[in-house]
DNA sequence: TATGAATGAGAGTTCATTCAT
DNA sequence: GATGAATGAACTCTCATTCAT
């Protein structure tokens, strides 16, 4: 196989992801046929087949190198000197662009079968993704309560704010609108939602202590 | 018509709502044939099309009553003669509660492509309750925060504790767990949740007013 | 069997006999479920089963009364004493507004794969009517033409001015408008068409002698 | 796509249209099902799927290109040099033959859910050449009768002798016989029909001026 | 490597008909 | 005699996938 052949091979594979990715983001991933993408991508349905073993291959492919960029993403602002409090903001805020811009595969990326968001020892590569992003999230609030909960503390109080996190997420992933359209008109929404939670929790450790 | 006659009937009724809850539940709507259905429910898949006018019917039949029961309970907590905050609490808990016994409902329940929470004018009598599941929680959150809110800044905040029931429901509805082991294990984290909402929304108004 | 019991069955039939007659004429035999008719009739779908073995043969017992209706005012119009032209026409309008009141019958009627529509040895009662129809048909134009004709030109004759009669129906029967629109509005037109082909006949008879 | 792939996908489009086409003429549209063609044209009901849209698309497909060829063959005779009267009457053999060729599609082609056969404005590409032809047909009838004819009048006896024709068709195309038998047997008296009518209405020309 | 052709499994739905009462 | 319950066969159409080139 020549150079050139390995170029374009890559290119068709490449093509195929970023079909798929914008369908499968759009349209849910049970409402998008393999033709559908095969035509988006430029090339006929039975290519995905050289690349992709089946049509939830793809789906997995396709679900790693989003996270990988976003929890990398994460990790440039950990190291930003900011405060803590506009760091955990931040990171939220771009948590859930992330999901909702990968709006079907968010639902892979945090959802599956996991019994626990707290879960270590995890069956799938996402998963470990998954809890990668749970432990920044812990580490940030940790900061931004100065370092004084005890780990069981902790590991609530990162659940609950994860909990308001998802559930944004989960309340506009089934929107029509485009992450641009919803992130212009809810930012001011989440980040009271974000103040309201860090009062309620720096009440609650000053209470506690 | 026998009276043996509308047992069987009734009976036969019910086994495939039965059957398709549980179905349901299990692999989300668009996962589950008729056949599916008929085969557990112990009749023919032609015999559903007696009793539901289609597949989206007899998720209509399904979802509905449990809403109504649920509402009839949120509302004799609304004028039991309790504290804002326990009102707030034992209302949210309920929701929680129910959703997680509905579990494939719950879906349907909250999320029927509504674009906002709060909406007006629906077009499904699903979205009706769901609405008037909303005001209610307004009310009480109103309440808590003493009458002090103007309503955009209400709407705000409510929805702000929505998210987090959301975020509650949508992280445990696709637990394996039965309902009363996650209530068990998990109420005292719920309540801190709610705590910490509450005294982060209060300690906002406090600011703003 | 009391004779109540027999007057209230047979009035069962015939609602089960008008119902379908209405149906099938305004939808067609295809179009019309045995439950529609039931329903039409005021009895149970099943009901039907009693009084008639399957929808064809519901269809057979329902062809040919009306057509023994129609021979039956078709002989009375024979002896009425007007101009032989005058009866043609009339005849002909008869047969017209008959065949489109019973449009999804009047295909069987005119239609059972005749090969020829001259032809004797019926196989099936209904072709025999028409074959009578056919006759009658004859008769009367032998009469406008003065009886001058030889049985194979009277033969050929005759199927001529059959072909027009069968093209206005053929033409208007799949039309929606109801029998009275369309016998209003285009009354007109078909006396022009039996003035047209009389002359022409007449012509050609002068010619032929 | 090699020539073979061509060929080979050309055969199977061309054996799906002979399977339609000889299935609808001798059972009607209805009555065939996408199974039954396929079954006939020796592939999988699905491959019917690549060539056509559905089951509609098929018909279409199916009776356009005999009507394209019929309405080139009557611009032909319009421009012959021929008298009136036999353009008249060779374009009405050409019609008939056709219609019996194609005979379960003459119905799809006269009879379009066509209120009215002198109907402007079609929806359907199909009415727009039963148009086409009744146009040609009012033409020629104008020319026979030496165009003394006003509008409503032309139109009038274009219908009248569009009766005839299509009575002629409706008679016959039930038939079982071949083309070629019913055309050699019945030219003469078609033909006949014709002179009758083109006598009759030539009286009744004469007759109004 | 890449593709058009082709397919089997299966979706929701309808309907004439039979069964049990 | 009459009916509600129930069903099997069949419909059109879709889709992921494989085959042959």
Redesign the pocket.
């Known amino acids: 196989?020549t150079s050139r052949?390995v170029l374009?091979?890559e290119e068709?594979k490449k093509s195929i992801l970023a079909a798929a990715s914008e369908l499968f983001s759009n349209r849910g991933y049970d409402a998008?046929?393999?033709?559908d993408i095969a035509r988006l991508a430029g090339?006929?349905?039975?290519?995905i087949?050289?690349y992709f073993k089946?049509?939830?291959d793809l789906l997995h492919q396709l679900s790693m190198p989003p996270v990988q960029y976003l929890i990398g993403k994460i990790e440039e602002i950990m190291i930003q000197s900011l405060l803590p409090d506009d760091k955990l903001k931040k990171m939220s805020l771009m948590i859930i662009e992330f999901c909702l811009t990968n709006r079907s595969l968010y639902g892979v990326f945090i959802n599956t079968k996991s019994e626990r968001v707290d879960e270590k020892n995890p069956k799938l590569e996402i998963n470990l993704a998954r809890n990668q992003l749970f432990e920044k999230l812990t580490l940030i609030i940790q900061e931004c309560l100065e370092n004084r909960l005890r780990d069981e503390q902790l590991l609530m109080y990162t659940r609950i704010y994860f909990f308001t996190l998802y559930g944004i997420i989960a309340t506009y992933a089934p929107s029509e609108e485009t992450v641009k359209q919803l992130m212009d008109r809810l930012t001011p929404t989440f980040e009271a939602s974000f103040d309201v939670m860090l009062s309620g929790l720096r009440k609650r450790a000053d209470e506690a202590s």
């Open positions: 196989m052949q374009r091979s068709t998008v046929t393999m033709r090339c006929s349905h039975t290519t087949y050289i089946d049509k939830e």
